[in-house]
C-alpha cells in the first residue's frame, strides 16, 4: 500500500533531502554500508543501458540464457559480447554479467564465488556486473554488502514490491563508478512521488517479511495448478516459474487468447516463464484455461 502523497510532490522537482531519505531507507534494506555506494536511477533498465558506456569497450560475457537486455545494452555500446548458456567465462573477458538468481530459471550461483571473480576481474581491470532483480525473495545470495573495484550490483524495486511501473532501480558500487553513473543519469531522475513511495516501502521490515512468505506459498500453489495440467516445473524463483513444454509457443498463444500473459523465448522454444497469478482467482483463471488446452 503506497502512502498518501502530498500535492507539491506532483507540482515540484524531486528534493534532495527526500532523494537522501531514499537511499539511507535502501542502504538499509539491502546491507549497504555507505550511501556513497548507492545510485538510483529511474528503473534498473536505465542503469543496465548506461553501465556498458562507462567501462573501456572490451570483451563482454553474459551468463545465459537470461534478460536479454544484458546482452544487447553491451553490444549496443560497443562491445564485443558472449553469450554463454553455461558458468564457463570466457578467459579474455574483461567483464561478466550473471543474473542471480538468474531470470527465467532460477539458477542460483554462490555469491562467495561470484565475489572472488570479481576480483580476479578487478586485478586486470575488469569487473563482474550482479544483476540482483529477483533477490529480494533470495536475499542470501546478494552481494550488496560487498562490493569491491571488480563487483557491480544492481537491484530492481518494481518486481517484489510489485510497482513496475514506478520505476526505480539501483545500482551498487564504489564511489568513482558511482559518481559517474549519477552523471551519466543526470539530475533528477527518480520522481518526487517515486521517492516517497520507495522510500516507506523499503522501510517497510514487516511487510518485506510477509511478503516472502506470501509469494512463496503463492509459489508452491502454483506448481501444483502447472503439474495438474501436466506441465513440467524446470526452474524459477518465488516470484516465477520456468516450465518446459513440448508445444510452449502454442500454449503461449492459448493463454494469451484468454487474457494470461506468459513469457516465451525465441532461443528456447520449449520454454515458457509463468509469473505468479493474482491469488486464488487468478490461479482459478489458469487452472481453467489449462485445462482447455489440449
Known amino acids: 500500500p503506497g502512502p498518501e502523497l502530498a500535492p507539491e510532490l506532483w507540482h515540484r522537482l524531486p528534493d534532495a533531502s527526500a532523494e537522501h531519505e531514499l537511499i539511507a531507507a535502501a542502504c538499509t534494506c539491502y546491507g549497504v554500508a555507505r550511501p556513497s555506494h548507492m545510485v538510483a536511477g529511474p528503473g534498473s533498465q536505465a542503469l543496465i543501458q548506461w553501465l556498458p558506456y562507462l567501462v573501456p569497450v572490451s570483451r563482454v560475457t553474459i551468463v545465459g540464457l537470461t534478460y536479454g ?4 545494452a553491451w553490444a549496443a555500446a560497443g562491445h564485443h559480447v558472449d ?20 531470470n527465467p530459471d532460477g539458477r542460483r550461483l554462490d555469491p562467495d564465488g561470484l565475489a572472488a571473480l570479481g ?4 586485478r586486470r581491470g575488469g569487473l563482474v556486473v550482479v544483476d540482483e532483480a529477483f533477490a ?15 563487483v557491480v550490483v544492481l537491484r530492481s524495486f518494481g518486481k517484489f514490491f510489485g510497482l513496475a511501473g514506478l520505476r526505480l532501480g539501483f545500482a551498487i558500487c564504489l564511489p568513482p563508478l558511482a559518481g559517474e553513473l549519477r552523471r551519466a543519469i543526470g539530475p533528477w531522475a527518480v520522481s518526487g512521488p517515486a521517492l516517497a513511495v520507495a522510500t516507506q516501502a523499503l522501510s517497510d521490515e514487516d511487510w518485506i517479511a510477509r511478503m516472502r512468505s506470501r509469494l512463496a506459498a503463492d509459489a508452491v500453489a502454483l506448481d501444483a495448478v502447472l503439474a495438474e495440467a501436466g506441465l513440467m516445473v524446470t526452474g524459477g524463483t518465488d516470484l516465477f516459474r520456468l516450465v518446459s513444454a513440448p508445444r510452449a509457443w502454442a500454449l503461449y498463444e492459448h493463454l494469451g487468447s484468454r487474457g494470461i500473459l506468459t513469457r516465451p523465448f525465441a532461443s528456447a522454444p520449449r520454454l515458457l516463464r ?12 489458469l487452472r481453467r484455461a489449462l485445462g482447455e488446452w489440449g
Open 69 to 72: 537486455e544484458h546482452a544487447a
Open 83 to 102: 553469450v554463454r548458456e553455461d558458468e564457463h567465462v570466457d578467459p579474455g573477458s574483461r567483464v561478466v554479467v550473471v543474473v542471480n538468481p538468474n
Open 119 to 122: 576480483d580476479a576481474l578487478a
Open 136 to 150: 529480494d525473495v533470495a536475499p542470501e545470495l546478494s552481494l550488496a554488502d560487498r562490493v569491491g573495484p571488480g
Open 274 to 285: 509463468f509469473g505468479l497469478p493474482g491469488g486464488t482467482v487468478g490461479r482459478e483463471r
